[in-house]
């Protein structure tokens, strides 16, 4: 299974870094992607979806602002 991680504001995937996790789990980092003028969080996290390969089970992990943007992905993803 894949397991997305979103790090917070000012973080990056070295937050991370000292997770013990199965061996056999896929790990992507997101990185955020510029925000436009006076978007809303929930368009941003769709336009952030693009990066989420749905096509197979996946998780969401975000720490601070990425579980935000996290809960705001589960609403439109599945």
Request: glycine share 6%; aromatic share 12%.
């Amino acid at each position: 299974m894949t397991t997305y991680f979103l790090s917070g504001l000012g973080a990056d995937k070295r937050i991370f870094a000292k997770l013990r996790l199965p061996p056999d789990l896929k790990i992507v980092h997101i990185d955020w992607i510029p925000h436009t003028f006076n978007e809303s969080l929930s368009s941003y996290a769709q336009r952030l979806s693009a990066k989420i390969d749905t096509s197979e089970p996946f998780q969401l992990v975000g720490l601070s602002f990425g579980g935000m943007i996290a809960t705001e992905l589960s609403k439109f993803i599945k």
